[in-house]
């Protein structure tokens, strides 16, 4: 399988560049086994019941990307991606760094007074190791300093950062969002839990491979940045004791089928693609996502190839694509579609 076995025609038009004001009234494309149709994320409470568990992604976006200046003038990018190690006041980080090949290892980079960022050893692909210095601590100089990562295809500033978290949102980790829970509100998992469903949480801290798209001509050729994740046990038994298990987003998807093929909680390097058998997730909630992403490769080990008639059908009614998109929930090898 190759990347261009991914690939679809994705107007800019239907790249949404805000998120709606109203979560729940995002639209959502519902095809669970008698055919598809429209509503809206106000309908999610209706499509669920008892014996359902409904798991969610609680990681927090970190305002990870700095604008910071060398000693001489030079404008560089820090893209924090994970934390390694280190203290209050003195972390260590793997981070995209641009223009990498200019920045030598020892390079101090400041934005100012109050935080400064050493860049270290060539991880490659525009990875670093970065040691972040901050006498006041480095969380505070990250609220700052630090902007929302927003994906590059967003044009937009926002007025509010919070429309880039989840409602649900809890420990600061992520360079990117969980996007398909930014749909959800309390109001609407509430109704979700009055309708009988259970709703469970996990934690996968989101990484490179959410918001870059594949490189190599060969899917055997990928290889899969580890990402932490944390499934609680009380999670992994209520799905293992559900009728249904629904996944909101990728994410939650690779945290639960990592945790069910080793341990509950580590670093997972899992390649979700055709064939790989789902041995928890029974209905995806997702947006819809880049051509060519390791997250369109999971859909089709999901769906199968089918995920092209929906992605035309979504196209074709005016849904909205990516990040601040609206939403699909599918169930695994619904829809038929040519290869």
């Known amino acids: 399988m190759r990347p261009a076995d991914f690939a679809y025609d994705l107007p800019e038009a239907s790249i949404a560049q805000v998120p709606l004001e109203d979560r729940p009234s995002a639209r959502l494309l519902v095809d669970i086994g008698d055919g598809i149709h429209h509503q809206t994320v106000y309908d999610l409470p ?28 030079g404008a560089v990018e820090v893209l924090l991606l994970e934390r390694l190690a280190g203290t209050t006041t003195s972390e260590t980080w793997e981070a995209l760094v641009r223009p990498s090949r200019r920045v030598a290892p020892g390079t101090v980079l400041q934005p100012e007074s109050g935080l400064e960022v050493t860049v270290g050893e060539d991880l490659g692909e525009g990875r670093r190791l970065v040691r972040l210095d901050a006498l006041d601590g ?33 420990r600061p980790a992520s360079a990117a969002a969980p996007t398909a ?48 994740y944390d499934v609680p046990d009380a999670t992994l038994d209520a799905c293992r004791n559900a009728e249904r298990v629904i996944a909101v987003g990728t994410t939650t998807v690779r945290a639960l089928e990592s945790a069910a093929r080793g341990d509950i909680a580590g ?14 997730v029974d209905l995806l ?25 929906l992605y035309a059908t979504a196209l074709a009614e005016g849904y909205r694509f990516l990040s601040f998109g609206d939403a699909m929930l599918v169930a695994p090898g619904n829809s038929e579609g040519a290869t």
């Open 46 to 73: 209706a499509l669920v019941g008892p014996g359902d568990v409904i798991v969610i992604n609680d990681t927090r976006v970190l305002p990870a990307r700095l604008h910071l200046t060398r000693a001489t003038g």
């Open 138 to 170: 480095v969380p505070a100089a990250l609220d700052r300093y630090g902007e929302m990562p927003l994906p590059p295809y967003l044009s937009t500033v926002l007025d509010d950062p919070d429309r880039y978290q989840t409602v649900y949102a809890n």
């Open 181 to 228: 829970g930014l749909h959800l509100t309390d109001d609407i998992l509430d109704a979700c839990r009055a309708a009988g469903a259970g709703i469970e949480r996990l934690e996968l801290v989101v990484g490179l491979d959410t918001f870059r798209p594949i490189a190599v001509d060969d899917l055997d050729d990928h290889r899969m940045h580890g990402e932490a």
């Open 267 to 280: 670093r997972t390097e899992l390649f979700i693609r055709r064939p790989f058998e789902f041995a928890i």
């Open 285 to 309: 909630l997702t947006n819809f996502h880049l051509p060519g992403s390791t997250l369109l490769v999971m859909l089709d080990a999901f769906v199968g190839p089918g995920w092209r008639d």
